[in-house]
């Protein structure tokens, strides 16, 4: 089972989303763009998984204490840059709650075998992505393509867009699924926070 550490974001920011990403998408229409549904931000990925794996890890995951978390979804940019864009993401600003429970995370996973991240934390919600890997860190296939050039020009004529606000009360482990037309996310354990 593929399986990875995200939160959900809440209605009415899915909503104002949704509604820029259909008035965007027609510029990359060669992007894989991410579906409303599946919009999340993710805290960690860990991969394939035994049932009994998965376990142990719902059970570590449910001894993290922390508060709720206030996030503000604004503003936009691309991965790992803009001339060498891979990933087209929405901003994400928090105050240090959010990385201290990606750190959490990291450890508690870290203690079940599961390698730490080696990159420090990049909280960001992906849109689009020209292929692979939607990781904010530079790769070495990676570099000029014409995939989001359009998007790109569109988007330096508008001011920064706010998408909103929200309190994260809860996170989830996910099951990831591969399908035709994107993966799709199944919330498999959910731990409150505050």
């Known amino acids: 089972m593929r399986v ?3 939160l959900d974001i809440d209605n009415a920011v899915r909503a104002r989303l949704e509604q820029f990403l259909d008035g965007v998408r027609g510029f990359a229409p060669e992007a894989r763009w991410v579906r409303p549904e599946s919009m999340h931000v993710t805290l960690k990925f860990i991969g394939e998984k035994s049932s009994d794996a998965v376990e142990e890890i719902k059970q570590a995951l449910g001894a993290i204490r922390a508060g709720g978390i206030e996030i503000s979804f604004r503003g936009h940019g691309f991965f790992p840059t803009a001339k060498a864009p891979r990933v087209f993401w ?3 600003a928090a105050g240090p709650q959010l990385a201290a429970l990606a750190k959490s995370v990291d450890d508690v996973t870290a203690g079940l075998g599961i390698p730490k991240e080696e990159h420090e934390f990049s909280p960001h919600l992906t849109l689009a992505s020209r292929r692979g890997s ?3 860190h530079w ?3 990676d570099g000029p393509n014409l995939v989001f050039e359009r998007l790109q020009e569109k988007l330096a004529a ?4 706010e998408f909103g606000t929200m309190t994260a009360r809860e996170f989830f482990l996910y099951q990831s699924q591969p399908m035709q037309g994107g993966s799709r996310y199944t919330k498999i354990a959910r731990v409150e926070l505050g």
């Open 158 to 161: 508008m001011r920064a867009i």
């Open 134 to 136: 939607g990781a904010p």
């Open 4 to 6: 990875f550490v995200g």
């Open 90 to 92: 929405v901003g994400i």
């Open 139 to 141: 790769r070495k296939d």
